[in-house]
Each structure stands twice: as C-alpha cells, then as structure tokens.
C-alpha cells in the first residue's frame, strides 16, 4: 500500500541523494545506505512501474537511488558480485 505521504518522503530521499552526489565519495555505497534507511517505504512502489517512473522523472536524486539499485541487481544476477544468496 501507498501512503499518502509518499511524495514527502521521496523529496526527502532526492535530497539526500543529491547531498551525496556532491560529496567525494562512493556515491554507490552512500546512495545504498540512503535506500536502506527507506527500504519499507519504498518497497511497496517496486510493484508501481507507472508510479515508480514518475518519481524517478521528477526527482534526479530519487532516480539516482533506484538506478544504483537497479545496477546492483543486474551485477548481482550477470555473476559480477558475489552474494550470499547467489551462491
């Protein structure tokens, strides 16, 4: 289930996100940990794709959240990271 104050949270993600974009870091490994303190909020909009995409088109940050995820997914599955259930 969606709730109402979804949008709130995903602006605060974007700006967050955005906050480690500047930063001289792994912006990869931020970026997950950002994710993970929203993981059960954000989980429910995975089965959205329409929603999903307009989140990720109006905020770049929260965009750039799910693209880490999404390269993560697609190294875990091509075998180019190693993972505990993978293996």
């Known amino acids: ?3 109402a104050d979804t ?5 605060q993600i974007h700006c967050k996100a955005l906050d480690i974009k500047q930063k001289d870091t792994d912006h990869n ?8 303190d929203y993981h059960e909020e954000i989980y429910p909009l995975l ?3 329409k929603l999903l995409d307009y989140y990720c088109e ?7 959240v799910m693209k880490t995820l999404e390269n993560l997914a697609s190294d875990i599955e091509a075998g ?4 505990p259930l993978t293996q």
């Open 47 to 49: 089965k959205h794709e």
């Open 58 to 64: 109006k905020y770049e940050g929260f965009y750039y």
């Open 7 to 11: 949008e709130k949270m995903i602006a």
């Open 80 to 83: 180019k990271i190693k993972a």
């Open 29 to 36: 490994t931020e970026l997950l940990i950002l994710f993970s």
């Open 1 to 3: 289930m969606i709730k």
